[in-house]
């Protein structure tokens, strides 16, 4: 038990060390065709892989600039020095990104990386270009569970997804139905008889529309799961006893619930009003905790804390019982140092995309006036994830694809926790 809860903790962490590391190589650029990607699949024999590097090498010599083809010949001998290391491919594959990067000044590194995805490989690559071709492990980062969402009542509908943790609407239907009131000049009977035809063709309309989207999602029978239907009763019930959608839709209805809004801010109420049955997914994992968070916050004595000073003072204390940290959190944690003196101090810097931290002007040791260089540097979420395991706190990574997990991000500075008890931070 404790080790599959071990594995559901870890997992967030690795998502999001293998996105920092994909965005991390989209920023990395070459000079040219200089920058060497290569997939290899499971079932690839590492003696074929080598034998075309050295063909590939050999064809290097029509390479017309002289600085071309040094650096694509460096990095084809850097990849197989590297091979040489394995008899066969780790179990889903390995990928490795090679070449001669620019790093700023007229200056460039021979770099050279060896991943190890998190998914099998399924195809062989070998490509020459000025940037690394990531898309492959991109898709990776996908979300693997999709269901359909529907909310309707007799006037409106709208059509969307639960794509992982992200809600995304897509379209929205309008009735024609009238009301219950008949306008004078009908009979009774009559105007009922129009009304359940107007009715009947609404849902039509809505199954029809809501069919198409979703058999139109990309491997549907691996990766949709199921439909969830949302509305006042007895609308919910008579679209789904009318087998208004697609049979093979039909068949995945997960269960009926009860919504107040049948327009676009519906789809989010339908996901959380479904949560019991949706209970093992990770949106409803990261709604429940960042709920235990804002409930611990509004109490005259609630047991919580946001901020990194905050947390961090917590978290040194062993008082903190869940740490949340946003996966848009982009900063390091630096020790810096005197190069004449003893004196050091620790900072954390934001990182922006392109920005890294050579770039960064640290001031001067207020000591002798010389300047400040990184003497240690570490990812705040590692940093602060080893701070937490040293007290056997529960770490969280929250997405920001809902309004909770958004929401530590924009208004908690994307750090945040939920305490044992409560201290003076």
Do not use: W
Not at 118 to 130: D, G, K, L, V
């Amino acid at each position: 038990m404790e080790e599959t809860q071990t594995q559901e903790m870890d997992t967030p962490r690795k998502r999001y060390e293998f996105k920092k590391m994909l965005e991390r190589l989209a920023e990395k650029e070459g000079s040219g065709t200089e920058l060497i990607t290569l997939y290899i699949p499971p079932d690839k024999q590492i003696y074929d892989v080598t034998a075309q590097l050295r063909d590939e090498f050999g064809q290097c010599a029509n390479i017309k600039s002289k600085q071309t083809r040094t650096n694509v010949q460096s990095a084809i001998s850097s990849i197989l020095s590297r091979l040489k290391y394995y008899k066969r491919p780790p179990e889903n594959g390995m990928a490795v990104f090679c070449g001669t990067i620019n790093i700023g000044g007229d200056r460039t590194d021979l770099d050279c990386e060896i991943i190890e995805p998190p998914e099998p490989i399924n195809t062989y690559m070998y490509r020459c270009s000025s940037s690394f071709e990531l898309e492959p492990l991109q898709q990776m980062l996908g979300e693997k569970e999709i269901y359909g969402l529907i909310v309707l009542d007799r006037r409106e509908a709208y059509i969307g997804f639960l794509r992982g943790n992200r809600i995304e609407p897509v379209h929205g239907v309008t009735s024609t139905v009238p009301g219950k009131q008949r306008k004078g000049g009908q009979s009774s009977v009559r105007f009922q008889r129009l009304r359940l035809i107007a009715i009947n063709e609404f849902y039509k309309k809505i199954g029809d529309r809501a069919s198409d989207i979703f058999l139109a999602e990309k491997d549907f029978f691996e990766r949709f799961k199921g439909v969830l239907i949302g509305g006042p009763t007895p609308t919910k019930e008579e679209f789904e006893a009318g087998g208004y959608l697609h049979h093979e839709l039909q068949k995945r209805i997960i269960g009926l619930f009860d919504v107040s809004y049948t327009n676009e801010s519906g789809l989010a109420e339908l996901v959380e009003n479904a949560s019991d049955a949706l209970k093992g997914l990770d949106i409803i994992k990261e709604k429940n905790v960042m709920n235990r968070f804002l409930q611990e916050l509004v109490k005259d004595d609630g047991a919580s804390s946001y901020g990194e000073e905050s947390v961090r003072k917590n978290l040194e204390l062993g008082a903190v019982d869940t740490l949340l940290l946003s996966d848009k959190l982009r900063r390091a944690r630096l020790k810096l140092a005197c190069q004449n003196s003893d004196y050091t101090e620790e900072r954390t810097v934001s990182l922006e995309p392109g920005k890294h931290i050579k770039d960064l002007d640290f001031g001067t040791c207020p000591s002798d006036g010389s300047p400040l260089y990184v003497a240690e540097e570490a990812d705040i979420i590692d940093e602060l994830t080893t701070l937490a395991d040293q007290s056997s706190a529960t770490v969280r990574i929250i997405s920001d694809d809902f309004e909770e997990g958004s929401m530590l991000y924009n208004a908690f500075g994307g750090i945040a926790a939920i305490l044992r008890y409560r201290t003076g931070y």
